[in-house]
């Protein structure tokens, strides 16, 4: 099911720019949001890699621990 929805928000956004391609110009500047951020976000995992950063580790407890 996901997959089904992730192709088919793709389907619409593709549509949409064909819109904005033929003459939709107020559609440019919505439509380009989503890959600023996917740049932005692309850009900010691969300097975390190059620095060496290590993820954060979570700060809270399972269910399945206990107090000592």
Not at 29 to 48: E, R
């Amino acid at each position: 099911m996901t997959r089904i929805t992730v192709l088919f928000g793709l389907a619409v956004y593709v549509f949409l720019w064909v819109l904005a391609a033929n003459g939709d110009d107020q559609l440019v500047a919505p439509l380009l949001i989503p890959l600023v951020l996917v740049v932005l976000i692309g850009a900010g995992l691969a300097l975390d890699r190059y620095l060496g950063i290590t993820p954060r580790k979570q700060h809270f407890r399972d269910r399945d621990d206990h107090e000592p």
